[in-house]
């Protein structure tokens, strides 16, 4: 059982609180990761995100930096 | 998952992006990146943001011709005189890194091939977001959809650079995108 998922906190914020989250810095301090598919983040995605759809996460994970906030959608 | 891998703060956006109310970015992960193979050196990215602002520029000029409200033709107008600001900025690092003396006007007949900033062309920009042309807010909201789209192109060329320098030169300008988008919004508050 992977206990640290358990112990790590994952937030939740709203789409107000993500704006001043950003807001509060700079770009390159924190990731935009979206988990959709490539045709769903065609359509629209947040402006900077990254796309690593769910299914290839596992095996991309080494393209973002974890020790940066992640916000995930 | 990611919780499990090592990721120390990860933020859930609840409701997803159907409750995100600002500026979105189009396009594939490869939207717009023919201009930026990953191996231009600082010089040349700066050339190709250069164009890209030039790009916009004659955007927003060609527009004051196609719009009747004098109040639109203004804004239209304002907003061409930034995006000269921009360039500028950029023309500033691009001497202080070359040891020359261009100006706006000079490094102009230079530019690299016209295309709009975010990667995208001036109908494409217009067939895609529809707006009201006389209207302000509407203005104002493409411009900030035109921002917002610049930023998601220098991020992805960022992350596709091979060299350091023009990564950094890359982050600095997408963070300045990030920037005008706020200015932008301040903009549409006083309409």
Known sequence: ?73 | MLAGKGFEHVINMSGGIKKWDQPVAVGDVEQGLALFTGDESPLDTLVTAFSLEEGLREFYLSMIERVRRPSVKGLFAKLSDIEVLHQQRILKEYNALSGEDWTVETFGPRRAAPAMEGGLTTEEYIRMFDPDLESPADVVSLAMSIEAQAFDLYERASNRSRDDDSRKVLRRIAEEERAHMTQLGKLMAQL
Request: hydrophobic fraction near 35%; proline fraction near 10%.
């Open chain 1, 1 to 73: 059982m992977r206990w640290k998922q358990f112990l790590t906190p994952v937030k939740s914020m709203n789409a107000q609180q993500i704006r001043e989250f950003m807001q509060q810095h700079a770009a390159d301090e924190f990731t935009i990761l979206d988990v959709r598919q490539p045709e769903e983040y065609q359509q629209e995605h947040l402006p900077g995100a990254k796309l690593l759809p769910l299914p290839e996460l596992s095996e991309r994970l080494d393209e973002i930096d974890p020790a940066k906030p992640t916000i995930v959608y």
